[in-house]
Nanobody, 116 residues
């Protein structure tokens, strides 16, 4: 099992920044990709950003150039730096880890609210 714990959500004004963290523990070997998803009220959960074991990144078009995913392998933590936030970024953000199988693990979610 893999446990994921997010932190760093909150309320921020339009144009502000937040940094989300996701701490992974448990049987974290063989995780080959980590990602951030979000779900706004009444909408489906969507991929925001992902990073593979070898450091390749992928971003949703709506956040490219504003958000940055990164990882700290030594601390088994990965991050989502969110800059130039917009009200449409308001959602619950979930971190995600994937193993071959596929096995997919989710964090509990953290609320991000951007006021206009």
């Amino acid at each position: 099992q893999v446990q994921l714990v997010e932190s760093g959500g909150g309320l921020v004004k339009y144009g502000g920044s937040l940094r989300l963290s996701c701490a992974a523990s448990g049987r974290i070997f063989s995780i080959h990709a980590r990602g951030w998803y979000r779900q706004a009220p009444g909408k489906q959960r969507e991929l925001v950003a992902a990073i593979t074991r070898d450091g390749r990144t992928n971003y949703a078009d709506s956040v490219r150039g504003r958000f940055t995913i990164s990882r700290d392998t030594a601390e088994n933590t990965f991050y989502l730096q969110m800059d130039s936030l917009k009200p449409e970024d308001t959602a619950v953000y979930y971190c995600n880890a994937m193993k071959p199988g596929p096995l997919v693990y989710w964090g509990q979610g953290t609320q991000v609210t951007v006021s206009s």
